[in-house]
């Protein structure tokens, strides 16, 4: 769910890299009315911008994967995602393709673990494919770096976004945030991109560093 949104993960880990996450996202207005014209060009009219039973559909392809979504308003979802092994996310999705080694890594011993995302230009528009070719496209359409793979900066990219679209959307752009509250197996360490208490981790991330990817983001969590 990367679009322009204001976009909230809680959930949980557990010691068997076994996850439950619930997600709410619903997108801008000014965001709502392109996507909405964007699909209308293609031959799209009606129907929800942010298709709750598509984007569950495409995510449950992968092995181990069980997500349910629904409609809150035609740019608004919440639902849950189940994922049996996080270490082994999007693996037989992406056969041939090794990219799990470098996107999650989970390691959980006797004396504590370890679990570390990293999403990058080079796996990025794999990972974004493999989730929701839905909001690929639409992230295509964006021209956003996570999804063609174009090395650039921050500012390019928002000043490109405004000279084909409009200022208003690269400004939602810039202010949206994804936000995600994470239950660990243990008491927590350290933490590489967020800040925790006890067993719990909060992450913000703003929407345009995933969408730009100037530098690879890496999230890094470690407990007792």
């Known amino acids: 769910m990367f679009l322009s949104c204001s976009a909230q993960i809680n959930g949980s880990l557990a010691a068997d890299s076994s996850s439950v996450l619930s997600v709410s996202t619903s997108l801008e207005p000014r965001m709502t009315s392109l996507i909405r014209t964007i699909a209308s060009a293609g031959g799209q009219t009606g129907g929800n911008i942010l298709d709750g039973s598509a984007i569950a559909k495409s995510m449950s392809a992968a092995s181990g994967t069980s997500a349910n979504f629904k409609n809150i308003t035609p740019a608004a979802i919440e639902g849950t995602v189940q994922i049996s092994k996080i270490s082994e996310f999007l693996a037989s999705a992406n056969a041939g393709r090794d990219?799990?080694?470098?996107?999650?890594?989970?390691?959980?011993?006797?004396?504590?673990?370890?679990?570390?995302i990293t999403i990058s230009l080079i796996n990025g528009p794999v990972i974004i494919q493999s989730l929701s070719p839905e909001i690929f496209d639409y992230l295509n359409a964006l021209m956003a770096p996570v999804v063609t793979g174009e090395v650039m900066t921050k500012p390019e990219y928002l000043a490109l976004v405004a000279s084909i679209y409009s200022k208003a959307i690269s400004d939602e752009i810039s202010g949206s945030r994804i936000r995600a509250s994470v239950d660990f197996p243990g008491p927590v360490t350290d933490v590489k991109g967020g800040t925790w208490t006890g067993r719990k981790v909060q992450f913000n991330v703003p929407l345009l560093d995933l969408l730009v990817l100037e530098t690879p983001l890496v999230y890094e969590v470690a407990w007792n």
Do not use: L
Request: charged share 30%; proline share 0%.
């Open 99 to 116: 990219i799990t080694k470098n996107f999650i890594f989970f390691e959980q011993t006797r004396a504590g673990g370890r679990c570390r």
